[in-house]
């Protein structure tokens, strides 16, 4: 499985936009690269994923460089309520992948 | 409400004693995972099910945890004489396939 890096914690203010990159420097070719966010007291839930170049879709972007050994969440505008701990997971589409979350970074938002 | 439910939400219990949680996933997915999470840390792979069949369980899973999935619906995990480091958030997804995984709110485990 391919290990993922990002950092612990961040810090924005609202209205801002915030780019959160995960590293994975040894992800396979049938990997995919997916992102959730979680609020205490709650499950994970999906954000976005994407296999190459941009995704985009109503709540984030992700961006995946060509050599596709990291990626970057892209929060637009951010309020208080995207604050959460975001996930960077890499994992193929198919077979028993089963998927392995790390730490996490913390994001927090401020007024 | 279709989505992934977990019951209780809550559960205080005493060191040695058994406990059972509950998880209706959302009914067209096949896969079910249990997950454990504590503070500071993200979720755990605990055991995942496709269908009815216990596919895989974490090494790291202690005997005292068992868990069901009857039927291929709901699933069940139980902890056995429970200690206090198993004190946790445990959380159940499911998915179709190998897609995106939906959570439950989880349940909170506090062991005294």
């Known amino acids: 499985l391919a290990k993922t890096t990002q950092p612990i914690s961040m810090d924005s203010y609202e209205g801002q936009e915030v780019n959160i990159t995960c590293s994975h420097n040894n992800i396979a070719t049938n990997d995919y690269i997916t992102w959730y966010q979680q609020f205490p007291s709650q499950g994970p839930r999906f954000i976005i994923q994407g296999y190459k170049t941009k995704v985009t879709n109503e709540v984030a972007s992700l961006f995946i460089p060509a050599d596709r050994k990291s990626s970057t969440l892209s929060l637009p505008r951010v309020s208080l309520s995207d604050t959460a701990v975001y996930y960077c997971l890499v994992g193929p589409s198919g077979g028993s992948y089963i998927p392995t979350f790390g730490r996490g970074t913390s994001l927090i938002v401020h007024p | 409400d279709t989505g992934v439910s977990q019951d209780p939400r809550h559960k205080i219990t005493k060191r040695g004693q058994n406990v059972t949680f509950r998880c209706d996933p959302i009914?067209?997915?096949?896969?079910l995972y249990w997950y454990r999470q504590t503070l500071g840390q993200g979720p755990e792979f605990l055991t995942y099910f496709q269908n009815e069949a216990q596919l895989e369980k974490s090494r790291l899973l202690s005997d005292r945890f068992s868990a069901e999935r009857p039927k291929g619906s709901f699933s069940t995990l139980e902890i056995q004489r429970t200690e206090q480091g198993d004190s946790a958030m445990y959380l159940c997804?499911?998915?179709?396939?190998?897609?995106?995984?939906?959570f439950g709110s989880g349940t909170q485990l506090s062991v005294l």
């Open positions: 009914s067209e997915h096949n896969r």
């Open positions: 997804a499911s998915s179709l396939g190998n897609e995106k995984l939906f």
